[in-house]
């Protein structure tokens, strides 16, 4: 017998959330961000890109959530798979929009079920991956 139980998706509110958090601890970090929230069927749910952030930024963010909800991985731990030899590439890139192997984008879960992901871009990705990884600790 099967028990599937309901695990919440990730709300209007959670992104809202999560773009809060992620922008707070750039700002504490004297950085400037754009941070893309999408739902586990990679609709976008929140966006904010600061006037004094770089254009190409919000495209970014964008990506990285993206690849982050794709490959259910935070993008920093798929930097060296694109590498020659590594796991992914040849992956096809096919795909609604390209894959982008940067560090920064993180895949958020519920009860271990993947319901979104959240992508943060326009700092060194080291710092985007982090400013991610803060909004989602912020958010439990």
């Known amino acids: 017998m099967s028990t599937n139980t309901a695990v919440a998706p990730l709300t209007i509110e959670d992104a809202e959330a999560l773009v809060t958090a992620a922008r707070r601890a750039a700002e504490a970090a004297d950085v400037t961000v754009s941070v893309t929230v999408l739902d586990a ?61 940067i560090a920064g984008g993180v895949p958020v879960h519920r009860d271990g079920r993947l319901i979104g992901a959240i992508g943060v871009g326009g700092g060194a990705p080291e710092q985007d991956h982090a400013f991610a990884v803060a909004a989602l600790e912020s958010v439990g």
Not at 51 to 78: F, M
């Open 41 to 101: 069927g990679g609709h976008l749910l929140a966006f904010r890109r600061d006037d004094r952030a770089v254009l190409i930024s919000g495209e970014t963010s964008t990506r990285k959530a993206y690849t982050a909800l794709q490959l259910n991985a935070p993008t920093a731990d798929l930097v060296d798979a694109v590498q020659p030899g590594g796991l992914f590439h040849t992956l096809p890139t096919a795909l609604d929009r390209p894959l982008l192997f």
